[in-house]
C-alpha cells in the first residue's frame, strides 16, 4: 500500500516561513522523483519543485529563490521549505511521486497525498 502523508501546514503571516514534510511508504522511496504541487480554490492545480533521486531539483519560477524541496531517504521523507511566504501561496499543498514523464505534469504522478493547507494571511 503506497502512501505519501503531509505534515506541517497552517496558517503564517506575510514574509514568514513554514516547512512541509512528506512521509512516504509503500515503494522504492531512494529510487523515485518526488514533486509538490499546489491547489487554491478554484484554481488548477499547480507545479511547485521536483527533486530527482540524484538530489537535482527544479522549481517553478513562483517560487524559485524562495522555497527549497530536499529528501532525506534514511527518513523516507521529502521537505519543501518555504520562506518569504506571500498571500498567494495559500494552498492546499500535495505530495506526489514520480517515475516517468513530465516533470510539471500532475499525470507523471502515480502517487498522491491528501494534501496540507497552507495559508498566509494577516
Known amino acids: 500500500q503506497v502512501q505519501l502523508v503531509e505534515s506541517g501546514g497552517g496558517l503564517v503571516q506575510p514574509g514568514g516561513s513554514l516547512r512541509l514534510s512528506c512521509a512516504a511508504s509503500g515503494f522504492t522511496f531512494s529510487t523515485s522523483a518526488m514533486g509538490w504541487f499546489r491547489q487554491a480554490p478554484g484554481k488548477e492545480r499547480e507545479f511547485v519543485a521536483h527533486i530527482s533521486s540524484g538530489g537535482s531539483t527544479y522549481y517553478a519560477d513562483s517560487v524559485k529563490g524562495r522555497f527549497t524541496i530536499s529528501r532525506d531517504n534514511a527518513k523516507k521523507t521529502v521537505y519543501l521549505q518555504m520562506n518569504s511566504l506571500k498571500p498567494e501561496d495559500t494552498a492546499s499543498y500535495y505530495c506526489?511521486?514520480?517515475?516517468?514523464?513530465?516533470?510539471?505534469?500532475?499525470?507523471?504522478?502515480?502517487?498522491w497525498g491528501q494534501g496540507t493547507q497552507v495559508t498566509v494571511s494577516s
Open positions: 506526489a511521486a514520480r517515475f516517468r514523464g513530465v516533470i510539471e505534469s500532475s499525470g507523471s504522478y502515480p502517487y
